[in-house]
């Protein structure tokens, strides 16, 4: 209860004191990637509930020749990949924050697919609520690999307190920042968690936009 309450507080008051960039970074979308300006993709909550969760678009809707959407790589431009770097395409997830969805700080709430393929340690991830920062992303946020990353997950599971979330969040600030641990060394983002031994394919995004 105290950790939603401080939640509410320190979200409903970034939101207010934050409205003028929400409106410049939605402008800037719209300008220099396109409409919509939103993206909503389901991930994982708490107890394996699945929320879509909102993020500022940060990819263009390119396609070949056929139709179909070409690689995030060539989808993502600089304005996204500053948005990205920035973590200011993460702003939206304020309202994820204050419908309960997820918290400020937490394990980062992932792809829908990923479920089957978790261990029964790694499902652990899913007893509290997803964060807008967490334990592994100020430890090496997408740089990490897969089995490191939920190991941090799950330690921060078996140690979440007020104070450690509070050491997160400054330390998140400091990250943004450094701007280190963007990506992957082999993905604009993060490779697809295929399961624990089999990690290392490419990223395979839903054809949707971002």
């Not at 939605?26 to 909503?40: D, E, K, R, S, T």
């Not at 990819?59 to 790589?73: E, I, K, N, W, Y």
């Not at 990949?81 to 969805?101: A, C, H, K, Q, V």
């Not at 624990?196 to 395979?204: K, L, P, R, S, Y």
């Amino acid at each position: 209860m105290t950790k939603r309450l401080f939640d509410l507080v320190v979200v409903t008051i970034a939101a207010v004191l934050l409205s003028p960039v929400f409106v410049m970074v939605g402008c800037y979308v719209a300008w220099m990637i396109g409409w919509p300006i939103l993206f909503a993709q389901d991930r994982v909550g708490i107890g394996g509930k699945v929320f879509k969760m909102l993020k500022f678009r940060t990819m263009t809707d390119a396609r070949d020749a056929t139709g179909a959407l070409l690689p995030d790589s060539d989808r993502l431009p600089a304005a996204g990949r500053w948005l990205r770097s920035t973590s200011l395409d993460e702003l939206p997830e304020f309202w994820n924050i204050l419908r309960g969805d997820m918290a400020l700080v937490g394990p980062r709430p992932l792809l829908t697919r990923y479920l089957p393929r978790y261990t029964a340690e790694q499902m652990r991830r899913h007893e509290v609520r997803p964060g807008l920062t967490g334990f592994a992303q100020v430890n090496g946020r997408n740089a990490l690999s897969w089995d490191e990353r939920f190991a941090l997950d799950v330690w921060y599971v078996d140690h979440v307190s007020l104070s450690l979330d509070l050491k997160i969040l400054l330390l998140t600030v400091k990250r943004i920042f450094d701007r280190q641990g963007i990506s992957a060394a082999d993905s604009v983002t993060m490779s697809e968690f295929m399961g624990t031994g089999n990690n290392d394919c490419e990223v395979v995004e839903p054809h949707r936009n971002r």
